[in-house]
């Protein structure tokens, strides 16, 4: 079993906070998905033996794609590989592009769910984002594309936005659990070194929202998902009726990708590939066959820390039994260890020698992360 993530580099405009590698000079796109088509030829064999179960279009903005150009990729994807008929075949757009003719050939091309940029309910917000809808967009996208029908929808939201009050953000939780989508992916706001948010912050011009201020609106978060009949299955994923996002959980639970495209990771187990992250270099490299990606082999202690960072943060929650077919006794024994002081302080739970984190633990993930990895 095995993931396809693609990733489409180009936006029509940049947003203040984001730092995933695009480009606004959307005139590449031809020969971008040319050089698409050849990365897959030339890296088949990555995945050769095994069924594609999901095939994930992030960015950048997938939605920037004509249909001819999603139809073309779709062919290659599976002339190339084995895509099984039941694959998840998730594509992220942004709402201004979801017009009704377009969510129509998404549904032609096979596309079973969209992941929905929408980031915040309110004018106000979406404009200091430098987003390109508002929120009526937003809403109307939801509910166009659960008229095309489409039963598997997600959309994303910011919190923690400078100025974001406890009951804005309470209004934007209540909007969303309002419209038909079974998936909410809600991150709180990064200051990404190189984005103008962070340039703004450092400036001062910018002031960035209290500690607690931040604590309140992920508790709202957690309060507001849980009333709503949401699973928090991911530090900052939730969905209804069990329909997680079976790509992204693929790679919480270690399964093999390929990723195509400029940026791209690939995994397969024992090694970690990722594609430059320039679409002029990506185009060279793939014309050329050589020098678009960089690769490193995993070591047992790389392998150990991946799967504390992966499983932590999801109610998959790391095995001890697992740690020590893999890893060792010895190894399995220290993560018990750690894992016991963390039970102690009701940061952990422990469910047949299983730990999961509890809400405590959720708050300082990131630092439970560092005291299990080898370092
Ligand atoms: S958030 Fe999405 S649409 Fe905005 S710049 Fe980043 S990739 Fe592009």
């Not at 995933?20 to 088509?37: E, G, M, P, R």
């Not at 929808?153 to 009050?165: H, M, R, V």
């Not at 962070?198 to 957690?222: C, D």
Request: charged fraction near 20%.
């Amino acid at each position: 079993m095995a993931g396809i993530y693609i990733h489409i580099p180009f936006c029509r405009q940049k947003c203040y906070y984001c730092d995933f590698y695009k480009t606004v000079n959307v005139t590449q796109t031809d020969s971008f998905i040319a050089a698409l088509k050849k990365e897959a030829a030339l890296r088949k064999a990555y995945i050769a033996k095994e069924k594609v179960k999901t095939i994930y279009f992030g960015g950048g903005t997938p939605s920037v794609l004509t249909g001819s150009q999603l139809s073309f990729i779709m062919k290659f994807l599976n002339y190339y590989f084995s895509v099984t008929p039941d694959a998840e075949i998730t594509f992220e757009a942004n709402p201004d592009d979801l017009t009704k003719e377009y969510l129509h050939v998404l549904k032609n091309e096979g596309i079973n769910r969209l992941s929905i940029g929408i980031q915040s309910f309110q004018d106000e917000f979406l404009k200091k984002m430098n987003r390109r809808h508002n929120a009526e967009h937003a809403i109307e996208s939801i509910e166009n594309a659960a008229s095309a029908g489409f039963s598997n929808l997600s959309a994303d939201l910011i919190y923690g936005l400078p100025g974001l009050t406890q009951q804005q953000w309470k209004m934007s939780l209540q909007q969303m659990f309002s419209l038909p989508v079974e998936h909410l992916s809600a991150y709180h706001l990064t200051y990404h070194e190189g984005t103008p948010f962070y340039t703004w912050l450092k400036k001062g011009t910018l002031k960035e929202l209290a500690e607690n201020e931040s604590v309140n609106q992920f508790n709202l978060l957690l309060d507001e998902t849980a009333k709503a009949g949401f699973e928090q299955y991911e530090i900052s994923n939730f969905a209804q009726n069990g329909m997680y996002s079976k790509h992204n959980s693929a790679y919480w639970t270690g399964e093999k990708y390929l990723g195509l495209g400029p940026s791209a990771h690939s995994f397969n187990g024992v090694s970690r590939r990722w594609n430059i992250a320039h679409v002029d270099g990506y185009l060279r490299g793939v014309e050329n066959e050589s020098g678009w990606f960089e690769e490193e082999q995993l070591s047992e202690k790389d392998k150990f820390n991946e799967y504390i960072l992966t499983r932590i943060r999801t109610k998959w929650g790391i095995s001890v039994r697992e740690i020590s077919e893999r890893f060792g006794n010895e190894i399995g024994k220290q993560v018990k260890t750690i894992a016991g002081k963390f039970l102690q302080s009701g940061k952990m739970i422990e469910n047949s020698g299983i730990y999961t984190l509890t809400r405590d633990g959720l708050f300082v993930s990131d630092d439970l992360m560092t005291d299990f990895m080898i370092i």
